[in-house]
């Protein structure tokens, strides 16, 4: 199901069966089933030159029960779409529209989704490790297809992670980000490092412009053998389509730095 040329590489069977007619007034009534039991999505590691030897491809995730149903009754329309997510995660989605082709078509929907530890999902982050936590998302769809309307709250708790890059074991995060009608999305967290609590806040809107704000007490920035890193910063990013700023300061209430072990 890709081609050839893509390290990305999907493995499955899908199947499914329709029906759909157009009345002389141009209409559409009907059904449309697609389905697949399972399957697979890997990612083929392309070879070192001179290296003879061939990397199995890397399984980055698997589904079971993937369907999608859609009905056509003329100017009304409707869609589902369920699938789990290996080992048990769980994505449903439906939406419907009225009036279609007319100037404006009134639009509903909602996507609920629940991942019960992101584990599994580590592989598309490679800098990391352990990953750990959970995430629920709750997403509704209003307004028209010409100005869609998108609210509700995606929520991570007991995010952790490691980074060996410089030393750090990261944990006890919380994340929430609230997409609002307006277009607006807020966005607040938190998260533990050593013995400091990193805290961000911010907000983007529709033009793309993000405002941001990071803060924390005694944050445990590397702790590797050649130097730990304690900082306490209270920083302000503020990014748009013309330029990014960042303003603020960190304070640095402790550090060791062993040159010869850098």
Same mark, same amino acid.
């Given at each position: ?31 449309? *089933? ?163 609590? *990193? ?37 302000? *990013? ?25």
């Amino acid at each position: 199901l890709a081609p050839a040329d893509l390290p990305i590489k999907l493995e499955g069977t899908l199947q499914g069966h329709g029906e759909i007619r157009r009345t002389p007034q141009g209409e559409l009534f009907g059904d449309v *089933l697609i389905e697949s039991d399972a399957g697979s999505i890997f990612r083929h590691i392309a070879a070192v030159p001179g290296d003879e030897t061939q990397e199995p491809p890397q399984k980055l995730l698997g589904y079971r029960g993937f369907k999608v149903a859609a009905t056509l009754s003329g100017p009304d329309a409707r869609a589902t779409f369920d699938t789990q997510l290996e080992p048990n995660a769980t994505l449903h989605g439906e939406a419907s529209a009225h009036d279609l082709g007319s100037a404006e078509t009134p639009i509903t929907g909602r996507v609920r989704g629940q991942i019960p530890d992101l584990a599994p999902l580590a592989v598309f982050a490679p800098q990391l490790a352990n990953v750990h936590g959970r995430v629920d998302a709750d997403i509704a769809l209003a307004g028209t297809a010409q100005e869609p309307e998108i609210s509700g709250l995606v929520s991570g708790a007991e995010l952790a992670a490691d980074i060996p890059a410089v030393g750090l074991k990261l944990k006890n995060g919380q994340l929430q980000v609230r997409p609002a009608p307006s277009g607006d999305i807020t966005v607040d967290g938190a998260i533990v490092s050593g013995d400091g609590r *990193l805290q961000f806040a911010g907000k983007a809107d529709r033009s793309g412009r993000v405002d941001m704000h990071v803060g924390g007490d005694r944050v445990l920035a590397a702790d590797i053998p050649g130097a730990r890193v304690i900082v306490t910063p209270n920083l302000n *990013l503020v990014r748009t389509a013309e330029r990014i700023t960042l303003n603020g300061d960190v304070t640095i209430p402790e550090a060791a730095i062993n040159l010869q072990k850098l």
